[in-house]
DNA sequence: TTGAAAGCGTTACCAT
DNA sequence: ATGGTAACGCTTTCAA
């Protein structure tokens, strides 16, 4: 009824006769090395099938000072987004023996600070953080303490640290001629107030675009998203209440363009007759709705691949000083009903 | 540059003269009970905060043999219901000082098998799981050994292990009932080939309001979602364009909602004039979906807060035999465009 | 009121 | 070829 105690490598030693440490050489592989005999590797193997000995990893943690824990520190875990970034992130890690713990930051300074400072203390291996505003110094002490860390989605400039993140400005300029080319001269940018880097590069992209075109344009920016706060929905009803002349929108994610969608709808703006929509970040929905909506798609899988190979590798350097490595990845434009 | 090494209990003791002893019983609160001089405490304390010094939690974890961690078996961390579920239990989580490991098990026996096995060599102290086909053996040893666990979203009748889960088979009655009031006498039932307990009693609760109202039904059942699979969406849009009868579908799921919702759009089948549509498992897009589709709402906060008090019960009885909790919550029937 | 020391399960150095 | 043992950092019993 009772948990039946662990067997340990003692319990096993003493059952075979031998000594701790010959039990431990075999169990990892370092038997030959030791010229240990065949016939003792292969008893005591067999005993460990037998019983079905595992060793401890906490034990081992503290022993070597590795968990073989990556911690996934996310915006907002149960954004779609960043939920399958960790699906296909945890599946390499478990390939690699690796085990992701995850956290919410909420884009919070203080509450990713101590975070930070907690999984420090449980001895994690390496750190993939979405990196809320002003956490330089603390990214910046990860890294002198010698923690293995990746950014993604967004970067800091003042800070050398590895990330992986797409062609924000590129893409963003790519869709915003995109809107031009149908035909749209009077632009409008969506998004919402915020220093990340990604926001800032989307909207330079966009900017650049049509003054390069010399189309006019204007920019609409909402409060962070803060359950506290008055729905984008209800901001973006107005905006474009008071302003019929608006024939291109580039919202800046998808969760603004499912927002501004609505709205369109009770104002009555047909999509595409009378205003074009691109949205960054595309999403299983702009493919079901009516009509379809053109968006800017991220790698997902290259994203993941590439930080978890960014992250393996410097695991591997531990205690080396590693060359941060910074990957930039192309998006896709995929061009549906809505700019037609 | 290089990790300065983190300072232990045995540095503290030594810089101020004392003995590890005094230190760690300060540490953890139990200065008092051992009657040390305030003077001392106070000493100590303030020395402690001036470095900042973290207990490490590898060694308390090997010490006390508990570590803080619970894991998260999701069928798929990236599924939104799973992702949300994730989010809420991670809040409560870390309110309680534990962390949150995750996996996802793809309804894979095998795979939770190992995933388990894998945990209980890192001392987690408790589980979450969705269950897989055939995990009763698995989820009973567990529990003969004493680990807390979990289920949700699906139960093991077999195993008397504590669960959280909704009231499928009533909701399903209720929405079905829906279609019925509202004028269907055609139903049908799109589900998934599944032995999953939600899928069964959604099924049930479908079969019994018809057969109660004396309505001709039936059941369109996909082989599990596989990537390697055909596209439920074809199979769907073959189906109903032999079947133009139909005038009510019940969808056991969001996602093949979305993909049936697609094929009537294809087969010109409009909705809610030709035929009504309800759907288990509500969702974002179904708000922004023409028509609004009409949904059953499952309460996913409340299952959260469930999980978690009935998790964090549990831990608080450990080596005592605790008895299962068994929860079954309400959902909520959004009546939306799709049954008008 | 404080300290010494055992022990949690491992690994790896140093003997033999 | 194999074994003894210190060490990882902490908690807690027992002794002083």
Redesign the pocket.
Known sequence: MMAK?????????KKL?????????I??G??RE????E???KKVQDYIDEIG????????S????KSKVIVFMAEDISNQFFASIARLIEEKAYQNGYKIIYCSTDNDHEKAKELISTFK?RNVDGFIITPTPNLEKDIKNLLDEGFPVVLFDRWIPDVSCSHVIVQNEESAYQGTMHLIEKGCRNLCFVSVMSTQSQMIDRARGFRKAAQDSNVDYQECLLKFHNLAEIEPYEKLLEFFEQRPGIDGVFFATNYLAFEGLQAMGVLQRQVPEKLKVVSFDDHYFFNLYKPKITAIEQPLEMIAEKLMETMLEHLGELDKVYKPVKVVLANRLNERESTL
């Open positions: 105690k662990r067997v340990s490598i003692k319990d096993i030693a006769g031998i000594s701790i440490t010959t039990v431990s050489f169990i990892n370092k038997a030791q010229r240990i005999s016939e003792l590797i000995y595992k060793p401890n990893h906490v034990a081992q503290l022993r070597l000072g203390m």
